[in-house]
Structure formats: C-alpha cells, structure tokens
C-alpha cells in the first residue's frame, strides 16, 4: 500500500544497495546489520506496493520498478 511519506532513511539505504548490488556490502557501508538493510528494503517495497530487487546469493538486481524509483 502506497503511502504519500516516504521514509528517507529507507530510499538511501536503497540507493546504497542499487550502487553496490550487494545487501551485505551496503550493510558494512551503512554500519547496519544485513537482515536491518533487507528489513527496510522489504518495507519500502511493500510501501510502494512493487518489487524494486531481485535477490540472489550473488547480490541484488534492480526490477524495472527499482530502476524508476532509484531515478528519482
């Protein structure tokens, strides 16, 4: 369900992990635990109603979704 606030915490921890391709990578680079970077990748997901990653154990790719949202 989309909601009109979006967590900015939320969007950089996002950029940070699109830049990287990496949950893990992003963590270090944030000083957050990896399962605290998914956690907030799943909840902007579900704000914004649409799947932005695709995980796999090589790292993260963008949906075409998450290359929308990582535009603006």
Do not use: H
């Not at 009109?4 to 680079?29: I, K, N």
């Not at 970077?37 to 998450?66: F, P």
């Amino acid at each position: 369900m989309y909601s009109e606030r979006l967590d900015w915490d939320t969007l950089r921890v996002f950029r940070v992990v699109a830049e990287l391709r990496s949950m893990s990578g992003a963590a270090a680079r944030l000083g957050e635990s990896p399962p605290t970077i998914s956690r907030k990748i799943d909840d902007l997901e579900a704000n914004l109603g649409a799947q932005l990653l695709i995980r796999s154990t090589r790292g993260v790719e963008l949906t075409d979704a998450g290359r929308v949202v990582l535009r603006y």
